[in-house]
């Protein structure tokens, strides 16, 4: 119920910067995911617009106010951790009261809205329970609970899933995702898992040693990665980098990474004329690498043999590691694939699928298409 | 069910304990004749028992006036150590600053330092607050070694709870004030019981400095009042000295046995899981 | 280099049986991954052949050897623990050593094994470091090398990689593969993760409450599980689960979930001709369920209509939670998908890949197919 | 760097520690009649310096033969209390038994238990083993303070370590003997160097117990001695009591920098991680 403005948000611990220069807008009924490695300055951020942590630069506004000075309290928000941090010697029922004693709220309205809030979690039969009583999964949907019974304009959630097991994990993903149309409230979400962020966010916010490297929807950062960084962190398994170099061949641009060469469609030609005789970083995604038997006949694509090293079966395809050349490469390959280990295989990529990247760092994706 | 069979293991201690208690409770009522005889057997009382040495200690003795000082001496021990502890293991587990934790460890390595060391630098610090031959040095004395063995204990209790739990009081609305008192204490209950009982055991039991601090009979504690008065050079009365032991230990006995249960269930179950 | 075979292993705690009538075969060379979810008695089984735990009844046998009244130390095994179990004292040198050390082997020769592994795993340049100087898949690499330089005929791995993030544990999970190739030793793997299962077995134990559940390669498993639990367990997300009734309409089977019917393939008709009219679970992986508009077009499929309810783009797929009439169903659909959310979407279901469970426990799947 | 600056927050704790050294060292250089003069400054030597004091300890009283004494007393206890415990400690950490949690609490009780209590009885059972007026006595009572909290803070340390090492050391072909030795007793070593330091600095520095058990002076240890012969009622040998107080915590001043580092090092760092 609130739009989030940050603007110019800098944060030193010590010496070292945490988050550099970080500015963002936040719509209201948003559900922003602040991803990154470990270190990458999400959390710190995240605890900036808490109030938990104080700021070295910067302004951060949450609805109509600033709330630099403000302590937590009078933030109007509410947040989900990622130990859960519920009161371990309170009840359910008391642990999402709280909020809402220290408020002074009236009795009657408190019981009303720990129950609304139970039972829209699935949590009524709880509530007279300690958090030891509880197993991960109802730990986390109480830490959820207490934090909307108070209704707040803006939710945080720091890495809310990373003690969960994979199943449960997906699992709460979904709730997730409805609790918040269900809510309509602006959500910040951080995580490490790149997995969580595409799935649950409207908004993906990548960061990287304190600096943001790009924002926007999932399929957005997916498909137009802004630099090598981001083209590898998003996806997995990761996207497969091989340096290269553009050749120009026969009238034709092609793409030579040594052991083979590809030729790159018409399409894209008109934006690589600039880069002829360049070494760039060539980056293909393992699921437009395709067994040559079971492709769809309409890619476009060249292929190479490669020879196969590792066989990861996964019911619904198959993950191969294998090796062309000098190149080690991961494709995600049709279940029915004949691969079988230290034997060739003839591999198609889809070419229309490519990505270029400056051999340079900070590695700029090259622009190869008009975005739709 | 769990609970239960806890306590069961715990009867090589009670006897431990209990012997003791069981031997002076005998002896206590036993008569002169009866303890000074060869053919008496120690635990059991095979003449009449008699109350004379109970009479002796309460009316004779200024064991009434001991007690009390005794009472006001470890109360108010107590209730300064836990203050001062509590301020202090709070600042040392929360707030980073700088050398937070090596100072810890000179908190604790201060309570290794040997009580003979202190023990004169005390004598004339003690003198020169005009406190000597009172109880009130001992308020000056005491919470040496305990704050410092209970500031460590109470570091280790508070370090052991989450930030995480003060930050999710901060953020549902609580003041700094109502974060300690309605989260952050009340979790570390155990350690809060664990170390009172320390400062109260270590004041009501210390010996050392009473009897080297303390001439005064008015001004004495239990402790010290039943080794001056009871023995006279190598003179034990012994019923005296039984019974006087026994009332002397009372309070200890209750104190464990109040918050025993506390104690076990803090240091069993773990609160933070 | 040694056969292990495992006859009616049973282990009590006190008077719970965590492990009941254990029965396996495990071939020369063979990586076998005992997995279920925790508490299903997968560890106690390694800890028995390990000879850490002692067995109530069985026996087991490495090689040619009854090792039940072995220690540890006379098995010839070698294990790699979930949290590492580095000696904190000694650096990774010293480590990989001690083994070799306590055998009492030449100087020359342990140097000699400790380089060799410390090459084949690439941490070299660590041997001198402690083991708290190294990161996550650091010591993970050297808790392998402390287990390879003594060459034994079987190893046994408990849950090494649930302590490293996820993109650390697809690099890992494909170099413990190569390290088996290379080895040529038996492998015993424990995990709850059902994709390290499915990817690094060569054969798949499935356990659940202290019992075998099922033993096949990790596409037997996928394509016919044995019961419900593996149906479920096994393939993320799982398998959709729908109450539904086999009904015989028009000359045709079909299954009846209420508020959809579909027409059962004629090839499987013959195997269901006993469960007429008879309540079923009826079964279908996420992947099996396609977006009419991007289907493949050769699919034999009864089509449903459903309302999206929470959307989740992966990148190279999309997960849809749906829900057709009172089913809450999960569908991994083509990227390309219009789906919206509470909007209408037209599923078509592979019904070639259906599995018809009973509904009574252990729910037992119906055969439905010749296997090939 | 960071260990560098961790001892500058230690400095308090030296002031604190070093303080009453500073203050015994300079009087017991300073003349009986400087000590008495009311114009005497505490902390300076105005007069001439003299070695009169330690002179007279040395040669005149019994010092060198006491200190022979807390030598074999406080080596032999610590001797014994660090066999007990470990072994108590490491069949307490380790081996699962009936109730073998409760049995470590009551072991942490036993060091509460005041030692009021336990005095008049052991000084019977020291009299039946006919240890009374020996520094012996001292062997049976001392392990009695010591083993119970060194056992305690052995079980803290020892579960720390985690089982796995053990196991990992077993199927890395180590005998039980071997694994104790060669990883589980040096991972440990942090919290066998601080059981040893707080069974030292007990032994050394307990001073209730001989005194009322030990008369001989050939016997007495030094803390005690020093207490009998240079207090006499209410008169106090100031220079000769500080040149022996001095020499008397000399041995835990050396254990203490010697074995600090390690201690610290345990403490910071901790060793599993």
């Known amino acids: 119920m609130a739009k989030v403005v940050i603007e110019n948000l800098s944060k030193y611990f010590d010496r070292v910067e945490a988050v550099k220069n970080f500015e963002l807008e936040i719509d209201d009924k948003e559900f922003v995911v602040l991803v990154g490695p470990s270190g990458c300055g999400k959390s710190t951020t995240l605890r900036c617009v808490a109030g938990l942590e104080e700021m070295t630069a910067g302004e951060i506004h949450i609805g109509d106010q600033m709330v630099n000075d403000l302590p937590p309290r009078d933030r109007n928000i509410a947040m989900v951790f990622q130990d859960y941090a519920l009161y371990p010697h309170m009840s359910v029922y008391q642990n999402m009261a709280f909020g ?100 649950m966010g409207t908004k993906i916010v990548i960061m990287k040693d304190g600096e943001i490297q790009q924002v926007g929807t999932p399929m957005e950062v997916y498909e137009y990665p802004v630099n090598l960084f981001v083209g ?37 030609e008109q934006y690589l004329q600039g880069k002829i005789n360049e070494e760039v970083i060539f980056g293909i995604r393992p699921e437009d690498m395709q067994d040559k038997s079971f492709a769809e006949k309409s890619i476009q694509g060249g292929s190479i043999q490669a020879v196969v090293e590792v066989v990861e079966p996964l019911g619904s395809e198959v993950q191969l590691f294998v090796i062309s050349g000098e190149h080690s490469l991961v494709a995600r390959v049709d279940p029915r694939t004949q691969a079988r280990l230290s034997e060739g295989i003839k591999l198609v990529l889809n070419m229309d699928k490519i990505h270029i990247f400056e051999k340079e760092p900070p590695h700029f994706r090259v622009k190869t298409e008009e975005r739709p | 069910m769990k ?71 470890t ?31 000179g908190i604790f390595l ?136 026994l009332v002397a230990s009372l309070p200890v006995v209750v104190v464990f046995a109040f918050l025993m249960d506390y104690y076990i269930a803090g240091l069993t179950k773990g609160t933070i899981k």
């Not at chain 2, 930030?163 to 549902?172: G, N, T």
């Not at chain 2, 004495?220 to 034990?236: E, F, P, R």
Request: include cysteine; aromatic fraction near 14%.
């Open chain 1, 100 to 199: 809402l004693k220290l408020r002074k709220y009236a009795k009657a309205e408190i019981n009303q809205r720990v129950r609304e809030a139970a039972e829209i979690l699935g949590i009524e039969e709880l509530l007279n329970r300690k958090p030891r009583e509880l197993s991960g999964g109802q730990r986390q949907r109480v830490a959820v609970g207490r934090a909307i019974v108070r209704k707040p304009s803006v939710f945080l959630f720091d890495e809310p899933l990373s003690n969960l097991d994979a199943k449960l994990r997906v699992q709460m993903r979904a709730e997730l995702s409805k609790l918040h149309q269900q809510l309509q409230t602006t959500i910040i979400y951080v995580t490490h898992d790149q997995v969580e962020a595409m799935t």
């Open chain 1, 232 to 268: 590898g962190f998003i996806g997995s398994p990761a996207m497969n980098f091989i340096p290269a170099k553009i050749i120009s061949k026969d009238s034709e641009l092609s793409v030579d990474a040594g052991s083979f060469e590809l030729v790159i469609p018409s399409e894209k």
């Open chain 2, 3 to 73: 609970v239960r069979l806890s306590y069961v293991a715990l009867i090589p201690f009670l006897v431990f304990f209990m012997f003791p208690l069981y031997w002076m409770l005998i002896t206590s009522f036993k008569t002169d004749t009866e303890i000074t005889s060869l053919e008496g057997i120690p635990l059991i009382i095979q003449s009449k028992p008699t109350l004379a040495h109970y009479k002796k200690i309460f009316f004779e003795e200024k064991l009434p006036t001991w007690f009390k000082n005794s009472f006001i001496v």
């Open chain 2, 75 to 105: 109360t108010l021990v107590t209730l300064i150590t836990m203050s001062i502890s509590i301020s202090a293991a709070y600042a040392l587990a929360r707030m980073r600053f700088f050398g937070s934790q090596p100072l810890g460890i």
């Open chain 2, 110 to 245: 201060t309570y290794l330092v040997p009580p003979t060391l202190l023990f004169i630098p005390f004598y004339k610090v003690v003198g020169i607050l005009g406190l000597l031959n009172t109880k009130w040095s001992l308020l000056i004395i005491y919470p040496t070694a305990t704050v410092p063995f209970c500031t460590w204990i109470l570091i280790g209790y508070f370090s052991a709870i989450p930030r995480q739990l003060d930050e999710a009081a901060f953020v549902d609305g609580a003041s700094y004030f109502q974060m300690l008192t309605r989260v952050f204490l009340p979790v570390a209950t155990p350690g809060l019981i664990a170390a009172t009982m320390f400062a109260f055991t270590v004041s009501w039991a210390n010996f050392l400095y009473p009897l080297a601090y303390i001439y005064r009979h008015d001004e004495q504690v239990l402790t010290a009042g039943i080794y001056t008065s009871l023995i006279k050079g190598d003179v034990y009365f012994w019923g005296e000295l039984m019974a006087a032991a």
